[in-house]
């Protein structure tokens, strides 16, 4: 089965920290995501990447960037963290287009408390 | 852009009844659908999706929705829930052009109590 690991179930910061958050998957998907996930708004699409140094915005990308070296690994980047980005962060990876049962695989998220 | 809406922020239900959880979608273009569960501190889980065809769609652990594009909608019911279902749906749509690129509603939480 596929699995997308996130490296930190739980992260505490300071504020003007720089924080990274780490996610792997194993199965050699093309297409990486990430979100955040708050009460009330559900999960809102930060930054996605469709290919190894290929990534695109999403509808939040304020205040975050990504980076994508390898295949396997996505990186979401707080410049500099800041109390409204206290949230839960879920990465997600896709199914290679073409593959017969296209799906959305989750990691269990890192929740991360900005102080 | 398309966009989600879950109609209910919370729906509580006794144990053995049936539920339905409303969401409405709008978009000017074909999109895909979802539906996700998120059980308390676990990740989130593809309950089932619309890619095409049969507008009834069968998911795991006995739930349905069904896709009615005049109404927008893709509702998902279950005729008979457990204590188990407790948990968080979140209903979501992508466009066929921009596969993955979810958005997510608001969530709907599930409360069963017996």
């Known amino acids: 089965d596929v699995k997308v690991t996130q490296s930190s179930r739980y992260l505490v910061k300071r504020t003007g920290e720089k924080v990274f958050l780490e996610c792997v998957q194993d199965m050699d998907h093309e297409n990486m995501f990430w979100y955040r996930q708050d009460p009330g708004l559900g999960l809102r699409l930060i930054y996605f990447s469709y290919d190894v140094k290929m990534k695109e915005k999403g509808d939040i990308p304020e205040g975050y960037s990504v980076s994508r070296e390898k295949k396997e690994r996505f990186s979401l980047i707080l410049e500099s963290a800041s109390t409204n980005q206290t949230s839960m962060y879920l990465c997600a990876s896709r199914t290679n287009p073409g593959a017969t049962n296209e799906k959305l695989f989750f990691g269990s998220g890192t929740q991360l408390s900005v102080l | 852009a398309q966009s989600v809406t879950q109609l209910d922020s919370q729906v509580p239900v006794f144990e053995e009844a049936p539920v339905e959880l409303r969401c409405n979608y709008s978009?000017?273009?074909?999109?895909?659908l979802f539906w996700y569960v998120q059980y308390p501190n676990q990740g989130l889980q593809l309950l089932l999706k619309?890619?095409?065809?049969?507008?009834l769609v069968k998911g795991i652990n006995g739930f349905e929705a069904e896709f009615n594009k005049s109404q927008t909608s893709f509702h998902l019911r279950k005729p008979s829930v457990h204590i188990s279902d407790t948990a968080e749906y979140f209903c979501?749509?992508?466009?066929?052009?921009?596969?993955?690129?979810?958005?997510f509603g608001a969530g709907t939480q599930v409360v069963v109590t017996p």
């Open positions: 619309y890619l095409s065809g049969s507008t």
């Open positions: 979501a749509v992508t466009r066929t052009d921009s596969w993955g690129k979810l958005q």
């Open positions: 978009s000017s273009v074909s999109v895909y």
